[in-house]
T-cell receptor, first 112, second 116 residues
C-alpha cells in the first residue's frame, strides 16, 4: 500500500538558516507528489507539485526515485514560513478518483 | 481566485445528534472530497464523490456518514448520530476533471466539529 512518511513532527530554525522538511514515500509506479502548507488558522494550500518543477516562495522539492524521497528545501528561511507542511500522494494506478494520502505533517517554526 | 467555502466554521453538538457540514466547491470542478483531521493527527481521507455518487470511501466512512450534492453548488456531509470520536476538523476539497496537474485538490477552510 502506498504510504507517506514525514519523520519530523517539529522543526525549528532561525531566520536566514536553510531548512529541509523530509518526506519519504512508498508507491508503485511514477508518483505525482505534492507539498501542501497550512498557515495558522488558514486552509490547506498547494505549495508545490513535483511535475511542474517550480519554485514557490523560495521552496523547491526534487523527486528522488532512488531514495523514494521528496524533501522540501529553502536556502534562507523567513519568519512567515512558519506553518504546518504536509507531503501528499495521490493514488497509484488509474482507477481511483484521486484521493490524497497525507503524511503526518511537520510544524516548521522560524525564529527571529 | 475562486475558493472552496465551508459552513459553519465551528459546530458544537451533543453526542447522538445529527450534524450536517456544508461545502460549496469551486464551480467548474467535478470531483469532491471530504477529509478529516483529528487534533494532533494527520489529514485522513473520508470519501470522494463524482457524477452524483460516491466513487470511493475509507473505512472511517461507515453507515453513520452520508454525502449529498443536493443542488448544483452545495456538497454536504451528514453524520447521523455523532460520537465523541467524531470531534475533528472536517475539510472539503474539490478538483477539476483530468488535465494537468491531474490530482491537485483545492481545500476549504474546514469545519471544526466538537461533540460533547
Amino acid at each position: 500500500a502506498q504510504r507517506v512518511t514525514q519523520p519530523e513532527k517539529l522543526l525549528s530554525v532561525f531566520k536566514g538558516a536553510p531548512v529541509e522538511l523530509k518526506c519519504n514515500y512508498s508507491y508503485s509506479g511514477s508518483p505525482e507528489l505534492f507539498w501542501y502548507v497550512q498557515y495558522s488558522r488558514q486552509r490547506l494550500q498547494l505549495l508545490l507539485r513535483h511535475i511542474s518543477r517550480e519554485s514557490i516562495k523560495g521552496f523547491t522539492a526534487d523527486l528522488n526515485k532512488g531514495e523514494t524521497s521528496f524533501h522540501l528545501k529553502k536556502p534562507f528561511a523567513q519568519e512567515e514560513d512558519s506553518a504546518m507542511y504536509y507531503c501528499a500522494l495521490p493514488p497509484a494506478g488509474g482507477t481511483s478518483y484521486g484521493k490524497l494520502t497525507f503524511g503526518q505533517g511537520t510544524i516548521l517554526t522560524v525564529h527571529p | 481566485e475562486p475558493e472552496v467555502t465551508q459552513t459553519p466554521s465551528h459546530q458544537v453538538t451533543q453526542m447522538g445528534q445529527e450534524v450536517i457540514l456544508r461545502c460549496v466547491p469551486i464551480s467548474n470542478h467535478l470531483y469532491f472530497y471530504w477529509y478529516r483531521q483529528i487534533l494532533g493527527q494527520k489529514v485522513e481521507f473520508l470519501v470522494s464523490f463524482y457524477n452524483n455518487e460516491i466513487s470511493e470511501k475509507s473505512e472511517i466512512f461507515d453507515d453513520q456518514f452520508s454525502v449529498e450534492r443536493p443542488d448544483g453548488s452545495n456538497f454536504t456531509l451528514k453524520i447521523r448520530s455523532t460520537k465523541l470520536e467524531d470531534s475533528a476538523m472536517y475539510f472539503c476539497a474539490s478538483r477539476r476533471s483530468g488535465g494537468t496537474p491531474s490530482y491537485e485538490q483545492y481545500f476549504g477552510p474546514g469545519t471544526r466539529l466538537t461533540v460533547t
